[in-house]
């Protein structure tokens, strides 16, 4: 199996996020770092759609893995907005790495209660992000 980060492409890159592109496997990689808020955490998330729209891509990974926390603004934003995004978007599995810190993890799960059963794709939560890879390459 190749790697997740040796065919990555960088598409956009923040201080707290990169969102990349892995054309030998793909799918969109959001991979956050520390703490974003308001324009910038949205940004960023509206940032993966629009890859996932240019490439025809079905497949998204998002590595909350050393995130530190969502704000509630942009978990309510999260829960409305971007999956009524992601839902018109072609998206058609969101593979999620959970949170090292108890904050996020807090975020993370205030958003998944917001929108259960109403995202048109599968979801799933993973430890890490190879799993998560391989979960959403497994039929390719």
Not at 66 to 82: A, E, H, K, N, Y
Request: charged content about 25%; some cysteine.
């Amino acid at each position: 199996m190749r790697t997740l980060i040796a065919e990555d492409q960088i598409y956009f890159q923040e201080d707290h996020v990169s969102v990349f592109w892995n054309s030998a496997l793909h799918f969109v990689r959001v991979k956050w770092m520390g703490f974003s808020d308001g324009a910038n955490y949205r940004y960023a998330m509206l940032q993966a759609l629009a890859l996932i729209r240019e490439r025809s891509s079905q497949k998204l990974l998002i590595d909350l893995s050393d995130m530190r926390v969502i704000l509630p603004d942009d978990q309510g934003w999260t829960s409305r907005i971007f999956l009524d995004k992601s839902n018109r978007s072609g998206l058609k599995m969101l593979a999620i790495v959970n949170p090292k810190n108890n904050y996020a993890q807090k975020s993370l799960q205030n958003i998944i209660a917001a929108i259960e059963n109403r995202a048109l794709y599968q979801r799933r939560e993973f430890e890490c992000p190879i799993l998560a890879m391989e979960w959403l390459t497994a039929s390719c």
